[in-house]
């Protein structure tokens, strides 16, 4: 295959990464949006059932005290948003980004690892969103006697997390599906740009030695 050929695959090929790439940020933008309104609806969830599962605490419980632990939890709820945002900031998640900046020395990590590590990651961060919620009961005596039923964990960075049973929302789900999908399309792209540009220089190499 001839420089010129060459060359008109690999611009080919880095123009359909370009789109592949603003596709992905693009369903990263729309799962945010849906795990915002999952991590609200939970947590009141959450907050909810741990009012009701240890009843002695919250009628025995000083009003003004009560008053504190809903006042803060309406707090969190405005505050939602942000956290979602802030916790999935995060390159590691979203590989096209890592990838990205691989250089065509670097090897591609197969994409079935990769695939893995981000449904991995994001479990993470929304396990990571719910205890705030958790921080919250047990910062007011709630699951304190009883941690073996408690549905709160630390994580080896001190922060809680939500360990019980848990399903994304469907649209969550389905923004999921979208982003893999195209990664999946986007690492095939990434492979092929590497082959040629190694052809490329190849021929570059060959050509600079038969040129001495």
């Not at 709820?77 to 890592?98: L, M, P, Q, Y």
């Amino acid at each position: 295959m001839e420089i010129k050929e060459l060359d008109k695959k690999i611009d080919s090929l880095e123009d359909r990464i370009k789109i592949e790439r603003k596709t992905m940020e693009h369903f990263i933008d729309e799962f945010i949006d849906a795990t915002k309104i999952f991590s609200k609806d939970w947590i009141k969830k959450l907050i909810t059932d741990g009012v009701k599962s240890e009843p002695h605490i919250t009628i025995n419980m000083d009003k003004g005290k009560l008053k504190e632990l809903k006042s803060k939890y309406q707090d969190l709820s405005t505050k939602i948003a942000g956290i979602v945002e802030n916790e999935f900031n995060d390159d590691e998640t979203w590989k096209h980004r890592i990838l990205l900046n691989t250089s065509n020395d670097e090897e591609i990590t197969p994409y079935s690892i990769l695939v893995g590590e981000i449904k991995n990651n994001i479990d993470k961060h929304c396990r990571r969103i719910l205890g705030y919620g958790g921080a919250l009961l047990l910062d007011y005596g709630y699951y304190k006697k009883h941690q073996y039923r408690s549905p709160w964990k630390k994580t080896f960075d001190g922060r809680l997390k939500y360990i019980s049973e848990m399903d994304w929302s469907p649209q969550m789900n389905y923004f999921t599906k979208d982003y893999t999908e195209t990664f999946s399309d986007f690492h095939k792209s990434l492979l092929e740009l590497k082959s040629f540009k190694t052809k490329k220089a190849e021929i570059e190499a060959i050509k600079i030695w038969d040129d001495l």
